[in-house]
């Protein structure tokens, strides 16, 4: 069946505008993850969404990043005021109810300029 | 707080050789172990995980990892390495179901024709 699919898969952006990214996880999946990986670095977590409940923003670097997921379907990451530092490959995984393996989309990359 | 360590940036071996990529891990429950292997421009592909049972744990592409406890060690083998497993491996490690991975900086593997 279809992964998880990401879009833009590229994003070049003026410093200080605002970006959406957006994340269609597995059909059937109610766990959503959001990730940062930054040039020759692991994986960051940025923030995650199970089912209805509150979703887990710990991970995310400031306020001017939040996301919104619509039930248990899409998501979209926002960054507000974009800086160079936040250039980045932005990846977001999904997982079944009760655990298991995450799998992942195939990230979308944002340059900040 | 849950860490992993994956104490080689770069592991070097020729085709046809056996492999090993190591990987460290600190949790305070019970660990979920996964490798992931990314190949340039790519998203993370599951390669393999450890929930229960047996230490021994055998993955796609004929990878395999050993689980020891007493070591908080979970390295990925392979009996006789491909060029095509050239790529940028990551352990992750989580503490209990459907929580965010951590994930080690990242082991690239280069093999040798």
């Known amino acids: 069946g279809a992964g998880v699919s990401q879009s833009p898969s590229n994003k070049v952006t003026e410093k200080g505008k605002d970006v959406e990214l957006r994340c269609d996880p597995i059909?059937?999946?109610?766990?959503l993850y959001w990730y940062r990986q930054r040039l020759g670095q692991g994986l960051e977590f940025l923030i995650y969404?199970?089912?209805?409940?509150?979703?887990?923003k710990s991970g995310l670097p400031s306020d001017r990043f939040s996301a919104e997921r619509t039930g248990e379907s899409v998501s979209t990451l926002t960054i507000q005021r974009t800086q160079q530092e936040d250039s980045a490959v932005y990846l977001c995984?999904?997982?079944?109810?009760?655990?298991?393996?995450?799998?992942f989309g195939p990230g979308t990359r944002l340059t900040v300029l | 707080a849950q860490s992993v360590a994956q104490p080689e940036d770069q592991v070097n071996v020729a085709e046809g050789n056996p492999l090993t990529v190591k990987c460290t891990y600190s949790?305070?429950?019970?660990?979920?172990l996964f490798w992931y292997v990314q190949y340039p421009n790519r998203g993370l592909q599951f390669l393999l995980k450890y929930i229960t049972g047996d230490n021994l744990v055998k993955g796609s592409y004929g990878f395999e990892a050993e689980f020891n406890k007493s070591q908080t060690s979970f390295h990925l083998k392979k009996p006789s390495a491909l060029v095509s497993d050239s790529a940028l491996y990551f352990c992750a490690v989580r503490d209990w179901a459907n929580t965010p991975l951590v994930f080690g900086k990242g082991t690239r593997l280069s093999v040798i024709a």
């Open positions: 969404f199970q089912g209805n409940s509150a979703p887990d």
């Open positions: 995984a999904s997982s079944p109810l009760g655990g298991g393996t995450q799998y």
């Open positions: 059909s059937g999946h109610t766990a």
């Open positions: 949790v305070s429950g019970n660990p979920y």
